[in-house]
């Protein structure tokens, strides 16, 4: 294979075309289309009828290398990378094609390779062989999102995607894993041009005639369309620039024979971003396949779907002492590990979050709990294939008081009212110290968004402090007491006005 274009060189190129669309404010695929590139995929269209009996299914090992600057700050979290993966499974899954992790994630600290401009040696010195290579950073270094999504480099056979675009909701990195099996976008040829007028569009704009010919009917010639394909309609870039109705192009753009042309808007391909699903052509199912098949993938084992949750055990509706506790579950399934969340809330608010593990036995001991506490805990099984199971359903515990202590705990009573709370200006803060207090008190919903925030210096003995809540939705929220070494909190009500 090929090495002689690097990394850095691949994202000049990339950046280069994000500074040429900025004017269009809008975000898209980096990958670069060259011949070696179309002779791979014509290869794979004249092989996609010798793979048209398949049964099952297709297992792809996959690698996520998590990148960070090389402070390691900026990597992408764990979650949200299994957000996306499972995301990628449900796309792939009416082909019956599924990816695994075989191997867990690859840590990386290297800005060069966090902004995609690394060299070429330090691409490969992290790739894992015979396995698909996605490496999640940042492309503009700064945590932010424009111009390049993600690309392909068919050079080093790797998919770089930016950290913004790594959701549960994003179809972006099915799009690149498109392009690893060859497919190019439907609108090949027109990548830095837009056509939507109504009269026949020209028939060169970066590849020699292209879409210079009907897709369908008498004069079909689909071995010399955009994009290979007669299972596509024609697309000339319209998805970057349509402002009108989601997922619905009305107008009636021409093909070079004066014919209107309707694109696939729901196709991975493209780059119609608002539509509620997409789909692959069965031309390009079938390419995909040719081009597995010519690929040397590890045959490991993937295991099975997780069918069930996790029953908690202990502890549950019980009071444990806080030093040191023990939590077991039953064992699922087709699981090797499991995730574990100790939360102070029960809506498991990340900002609650006290303790959290992943373990492949199924107990925990946790060592991080403070006396006379509630808890809430759960449990999510999961192995290298099936990321995507729900947590189990919490159960809460208590801890014990602490007796014999020499340093008791800076607040005595913490109490909020009236709770629920319904049509009041405020609500008010009681809380006895035993000593000067110097902190801040903050409100925040059960997603964790801060709504209120305020730096308070309280003297030792009894104080009163008022809140507002006139302005909050009616829902569930966390007032919460912070200093330097103590967090306390309670839930608040709020109903209707």
């Not at 392009?179 to 028939?203: D, K, R």
């Not at 620039?241 to 808007?265: I, K, R, S």
Request: with cysteine.
């Amino acid at each position: 294979m090929n090495k002689r274009i690097t990394f850095s060189m691949v994202f000049t190129f990339l950046l280069f075309l994000a500074l040429g669309n900025m004017g269009n404010a809008q975000s898209f695929c980096g990958t670069v289309t060259d011949e070696a590139t179309i002779q791979r995929l014509k290869e794979n269209i004249r092989n996609a009828d010798l793979n048209v009996t398949r049964s099952g299914v297709t297992f792809v090992p996959i690698t996520f290398h998590l990148i960070a600057e090389d402070d390691g700050t900026g990597r992408i979290t764990e979650e949200r990378v299994l957000e996306n993966f499972c995301k990628l499974n449900a796309d792939f899954a009416p082909y019956n094609m599924q990816f695994y992790i075989p191997n867990g994630f690859n840590y990386v600290d290297n800005s060069a390779l966090y902004t995609a401009s690394g060299s070429n040696s330090e691409v490969l010195s992290i790739l894992v062989d015979n396995t698909m290579n996605v490496l999640i950073g940042n492309t503009t270094g700064d945590g932010g999102c424009f111009g390049v999504l993600g690309f392909y480099s068919p050079s080093q056979d790797i998919i770089f995607m930016t950290s913004c675009t790594v959701n549960s909701s994003s179809f972006a990195l099915s799009h690149e894993v498109g392009h690893f099996f060859s497919l190019p976008h439907t609108f090949l040829g027109w990548e830095n041009t837009n056509y939507n007028v109504g009269e026949p569009a020209p028939p060169t704009i970066n590849w020699a005639n292209v879409e210079n010919v009907a897709r369908s009917g008498p004069d079909a010639n689909c071995n010399n369309s955009g994009d290979f394909f007669c299972g596509t309609n024609p697309d000339y870039n319209f998805g970057l620039t349509w402002n009108g109705e989601m997922c619905n192009y009305t107008a009636n753009a021409l093909d070079p024979l004066g014919v209107p042309v309707d694109p696939d808007e729901d196709n991975f391909m493209g780059y119609f971003f608002d539509c509620d699903s997409h789909q692959f052509s069965n031309d390009q199912v079938a390419t995909i396949f040719a081009d597995y098949a010519n690929r040397t993938f590890i045959n490991g084992n993937p295991g099975g779907d997780i069918s069930s949750d996790a029953i908690l055990q202990s502890p549950v509706n019980t009071t444990v002492n806080f030093n040191s506790v023990e939590f077991h579950w039953a064992p699922v399934v087709n699981a090797t590990e499991y995730i574990i969340e100790v939360n102070r809330t029960p809506f498991f608010n990340a900002t609650f979050i006290v303790d959290y593990a992943v373990v492949n036995a199924t107990n925990f001991t946790s060592n991080q709990l403070a006396d006379n506490q509630t808890y809430y805990w759960r449990v999510k099984p999961q192995n290298n294939y099936d990321f995507c199971q729900d947590f189990s359903e919490g159960a809460t515990f208590m801890t014990g008081m602490v007796t014999n202590v020499e340093n008791p705990g800076l607040v005595e009573s913490f109490l909020v009212y009236p709770n629920p709370t319904s049509g009041y200006a405020e609500i008010s803060l009681d809380i006895h110290l035993n000593d000067y207090f110097e902190g801040e008190v903050f409100i925040s919903d059960i997603h964790g968004k801060q709504v209120y925030l305020q730096k308070l210096m309280l003297n030792a003995g009894f104080n009163a402090h008022k809140l507002p809540v006139t302005n909050l939705p009616e829902g569930i929220y966390i007032v919460a007491v912070r200093g330097v070494n103590d967090v306390y909190y309670q839930s608040l009500i709020v109903t209707n006005k």
